[in-house]
């Protein structure tokens, strides 16, 4: 082809092309089934893998929330926030020390309030614990802020995990590592269309100029390179030590502009 006249990139945009259908099957499949089957997969697991028609158990999410002089932890929420399995509340003094513990083997939300079941008090001043089988929980958490921050975000999909970054930045909580993932569940998928893109190392030179191997080498080490880099940009953004949204797309600009330069490289 390239004898015929045409160049490298006449060659390759129309495999970019092709590769564009791809990224849209891989996000629709992402989005449809992959990551509800995640989901059902880690809640069957946690029900070592019961044969038959059983009811999942909620999915351990150790959320955390924090209301006042509060810390909140749920070790699993289920799927529309309303049951906390395994609940603790901390409760702070002016110093941060903790000055009292509460333990709750579940809590449900009904008629707008949340209830506590086999409730453990532990006071921390005067070294007592008392129980009582049930208690009034006097809280203004909604079940949907723990729905939010109960999510996993790759058994979710885009649209559910839009609406919890939408819940927990309304209620002013950090949304890094979900915004991070929000967008890279659309440039992830994008990736497709960069690999006939980082091919050119390989494919496209003069044949007989003895560095054929090394090209091929130097191929598969630039398209490895890429999700090296992107898994370690997303896992930085995650954290917030960058944007969120630089760490989802720094990958795949930065590597279309690289693969672009060795294409211009090879017709020079």
Known sequence: MQSSGLSSFRIIFPMMGVCAVAAVFHFALNETIVAQSNDE???????????????????KSDAWAIEGDTRVRAQAVTRDGTILDKVTLYKLDAGGRIKQITSANFAAYSNGQWTMFDVTRFNVDEMKVTSTPRMTWQTKIPPAR???????????????????????????????????????K????????LMPLLGAMAA?????????????????????SYFVVDNLLLAVGQFGTIPPVLAAWTTLFLFFFLGTSVLFYTEA
């Open 186 to 193: 659309v440039s992830g998928p994008l990736g497709t269309i």
């Open 41 to 59: 997969y880690g809640r069957w697991r946690a029900s070592g893998f019961a044969i038959g028609d059983v009811t999942l158990p909620p999915s």
């Open 204 to 224: 496209f030179g003069v044949q007989r100029s003895g560095t054929m191997f090394l090209r091929v080498i130097g191929g598969m080490a630039f398209g490895f």
């Open 146 to 184: 723990f729905r939010a921050l109960s999510i996993d975000p790759e058994t979710v999909p885009i649209g559910r995990l839009a609406t919890a970054v939408s819940q927990l930045k309304g209620e002013g909580m950090s949304v890094s590592k979900l915004t991070a993932w929000l967008h890279h």
